[in-house]
């Protein structure tokens, strides 16, 4: 079947370590987002990517990072520059940039301990 | 004025009552228009697509209303298992730009 996954579904690390959540879709699909939510808010856009080999940063990439070696693939790394990276982290994509259907991943949750 | 502006809610209906959510949007540019679900602790799921004419899918509707800049979506003869939030999603800045979320409006449907 055809989606998205995501590891892994629970992360936890201490202060100061860096940490990689993993993201891979089998959809074709070119574009690729990262988002976080915290309770009670909305989804908050980190970067995205359109075409492999480029990102883009979105609305609160401090402290991230990411790559696109792969058109499947779009790891995110959560630094510890990231001051409060306790969160839910969702992936999507979606075939069209910026106007069709996101499919998203089941999240990764992260708590900094 | 934020991008996507919902009322957060919670929404208290019992079953079988019709309710409906509105939802503003700034780009007066914006092309694409989406309502998600989410359940509690998992992913968004497409609930619909908006599109000018309006539509339907079984006990929900959506609408557009360009000149005012604002989408709502109704849903009637409401059942328990729709208790969720309610995502609208807009596309952004420019055509080109991804998808911008409100913070979602909450639905309780009380037996």
């Known amino acids: 079947d055809g989606g998205i996954t995501q590891s892994p579904k629970y992360l936890f690390r201490k202060e100061g370590q860096n940490v990689t959540l993993s993201c891979e879709q089998n959809?074709?699909?070119?574009?690729m987002y990262w988002y976080r939510q915290d309770p009670g808010q909305g989804l908050r856009l980190i970067y995205y990517?359109?075409?492999?080999?480029?990102?883009q940063k979105g609305d609160i990439a401090e402290g991230y990072s990411v790559s696109r070696e792969k058109k499947e693939s779009f790891p995110l790394t959560v630094t510890s520059a990231q001051k409060n990276p306790t969160a839910f982290y969702l992936c999507?994509?979606?075939?069209?940039?910026?106007?069709?259907?996101?499919?998203f991943g089941e999240g990764s949750r992260l708590t900094v301990l | 004025r934020k991008e996507v502006e919902q009322d957060p809610g919670p929404f208290n209906v019992p079953e079988g009552a019709t309710v409906a959510f509105n939802c503003t949007y700034s780009?007066?540019?914006?092309?694409?228009f989406f309502w998600y679900r989410q359940d509690c602790r998992k992913e968004p799921k497409l609930l619909m697509s908006?599109?000018?004419s309006g539509n339907e899918d079984g006990r929900f509707t959506a609408q557009l209303n360009r000149a005012s800049q604002y989408i709502s979506l109704l849903i009637r003869d409401s059942k328990l298992s729709d208790s969720a939030t309610y995502l609208c999603?807009?596309?952004?800045?420019?055509?080109?730009?991804?998808?911008?979320f409100g913070k979602g409006t909450r639905l309780s449907v009380i037996a």
């Open positions: 999507a994509s979606s075939a069209g940039q910026g106007t069709g259907e996101l499919f």
């Open positions: 959809l074709n699909h070119d574009a």
């Open positions: 990517s359109q075409i492999v080999n480029d990102f």
């Open positions: 780009n007066s540019a914006s092309q694409s």
């Open positions: 908006v599109y000018s």
């Open positions: 999603v807009v596309n952004g800045r420019s055509g080109n730009t991804p998808l911008v």
